[in-house]
């Protein structure tokens, strides 16, 4: 089984001559990190247990356990492990293409195809029998058929916007009124709506709320209490971050966690 960890050679996989290829990731390293880099192959990084984020010039997506994220061939990526993170990904050759998945997308990953992906990690790489060629092609087929996911954060691309999510993300207990978020940006509350929007797909608030949801999940991951998430979010109470965390989420933390 070849195995990839936080010094593995990153042009490793794009070596390998064959259309679709396996590999073990993580756990044996807590919190690691890999720095920004690309494959000349596509690739599917699949959670099993941990958490992952991944970061590129478009924002930032969170990876929770039986998800996983797309990643088209060309694209520069780093990648953030939190606790022992273990999970699978699968290179495809960038011939092999979903139109549906032509940017880096979370996507669901159903029961069959966690059982699917742990049957093929013990092929050899340079397979050759008709069974393991059927095998890789269903991880194909169940690849194009899962369903995407929303942990994603766009960033925007307007300086003036960036500089706004940026303090956002570093102080994300900020209090965000609009006529502050303007000043800042040093444009008007009428533009900054509309930009925002046209730039992210997301209203304001809508962006900093999917900020919250992303940031308490890697939290409380690592074992922060609620109540302590809530206050280093800005929440007055408890009850008020888990109502946010569950209109979004359908659960509250500690269920969704369990879950």
């Known amino acids: 089984m070849s195995h990839i960890h936080p010094s593995f050679s990153v042009t490793e996989p794009d070596s390998i001559a064959r259309p679709v290829a396996v590999m073990a990731m993580g756990g044996e390293i807590p919190d690691w990190e890999m720095g920004a880099h690309t494959h000349l192959k596509s690739q599917l990084m699949v959670t099993q247990s941990g958490m992952l984020t991944v970061g590129t010039a478009e924002g930032m997506w969170v990876v929770p356990p039986r998800t996983a994220i797309w990643i088209p061939a060309g694209v520069s990526h780093s990648v953030t492990s939190f606790g022992l993170s273990k999970g699978i990904v699968v290179f495809l050759d960038p011939e092999i293409v979903f139109e549906h998945l032509r940017l880096c997308t979370v996507l669901e990953v159903s029961t069959f195809l966690n059982v699917l992906l742990e049957r093929v990690i013990d092929i050899p790489q340079l397979y050759e029998t008709e069974e393991d060629i059927r095998l890789m092609q269903v991880v194909v087929d169940e690849i194009a058929q ?114």
Request: charged share 30%.
């Open 146 to 259: 899962a369903q995407q996911q929303w942990f994603y954060l766009p960033v925007p691309k307007d300086k003036r916007l960036k500089k706004l999510t940026d303090e956002l993300i570093r102080m994300p207990d900020m209090e965000l009124r609009l006529e502050l978020a303007a000043d800042l940006c040093h444009i008007s509350q009428r533009t900054l709506t509309r930009l925002f929007l046209k730039e992210t797909g997301l209203s304001l608030n809508d962006w900093k709320r999917r900020l919250h949801i992303l940031l308490a999940l890697q939290w409380l991951h690592e074992g922060k209490p609620v109540q302590i998430v809530a206050q280093l979010l800005g929440y007055e109470s408890d009850s008020s971050f888990i109502a946010m965390f569950k209109k979004i989420m359908k659960s509250p933390p500690k269920k969704y966690l369990k879950q």
